[in-house]
């Protein structure tokens, strides 16, 4: 028999304060979970703005310690109560001074399973995002939920196709790129690297990305969060490109042993040859 997971991703718009910006993920988690959802990944930087246009100290105090902190607390609480494996993009605070770019992921009992920190750090106009966060040091961990091997990439990791890579060889059935990107700087893009990275991997893309304009620049956040499958096929529709969004799709786990007999990119690696490719 085919396994399907469903699964689920959530795009919205800055709220202005921390407290109801957590609150419209809670219910989103509750709606999800009223859909028969099993698997649900936030955007970028969830709980907040996208502040990382402004170069600004006062948005340290949105870091936490990652599992200790008040959040991830409040959200295995919420993944136990709806049985929801939930991944939750954070600023965490590994110790004062020293901060990251974190994904924590909960499992559907409510354990904390770990952490992915944010490799790829931009330092462009609009994404400033050296002045807030170290590079991840977690390498590519692959999470055993209750719904399947889980793994994630943030927003301008995206870019780079090693990641991608490493999380198919540890396993992946499932990688979601929880992202704050901009209409005219990636959009080209959006819709073709995420999908691209699907099929040369060989697994299920989720692709999330928040919506609208937010009063600390002129990025333009597009939303149209979206699954892709291994083929590079949308599951179901696009997410809207203005409006909060609430995606829910049936991901069946047949169409990776199908494509892999097919294709065989795995068996058919040289890694011998690819050393220079690691190389400063």
Request: charged letters at 20%; a negative charge.
């Amino acid at each position: 028999m085919s396994r399907v997971i469903r699964a689920a991703v959530f795009q919205t718009a800055w709220t202005g304060d921390k407290e109801s910006m957590i609150q419209v993920h809670e219910q989103a988690a509750r709606d999800a979970a009223a859909q028969g959802a099993q698997v649900l990944c936030f955007q970028e930087l969830f709980y907040g703005p996208y502040f990382c246009q402004v170069q600004d100290k006062e948005f340290y105090a949105y870091a936490e310690q990652i599992p200790e902190g008040p959040i991830v607390r409040r959200f295995q609480a919420l993944a136990r109560e709806l049985g929801l494996v939930l991944v939750l993009p954070m600023y965490e605070e590994e110790q004062p001074g020293v901060l990251y770019n974190t994904a924590a992921v909960i499992d559907a009992d409510g354990s904390y399973l770990g952490k992915y920190r944010k490799t790829h750090i931009p330092q462009v106009p609009g994404f400033w995002e050296k002045f807030y966060f170290r590079p991840g040091n977690s390498g590519w961990p692959v999470f055993d939920t209750a719904v399947g091997r889980i793994g994630v990439y943030i927003c301008y990791d995206r870019h780079f196709p090693e990641g991608w890579r490493a999380l198919g060889l540890a396993g992946a059935e499932i990688v979601f790129n929880p992202s704050a990107t901009s209409r005219g700087l990636s959009g080209y893009l959006w819709q073709l690297e995420q999908p691209a990275a699907a099929v040369a991997n060989e697994y299920f893309v989720g692709a999330i990305n928040r919506v609208g304009q937010e009063e600390y620049g002129d990025n333009d956040f597009y939303g149209t969060s979206y699954f892709v499958d291994p083929e590079a096929q949308f599951v179901g529709e696009v997410a809207s490109d203005k409006e909060s969004e609430l995606v829910v799709r049936d991901l069946d786990m047949a169409r990776l042993r199908e494509v892999r007999d097919r294709w065989q990119f795995y068996r058919d690696r040289a890694p011998g040859a690819y050393g220079p490719l690691t190389a400063p």
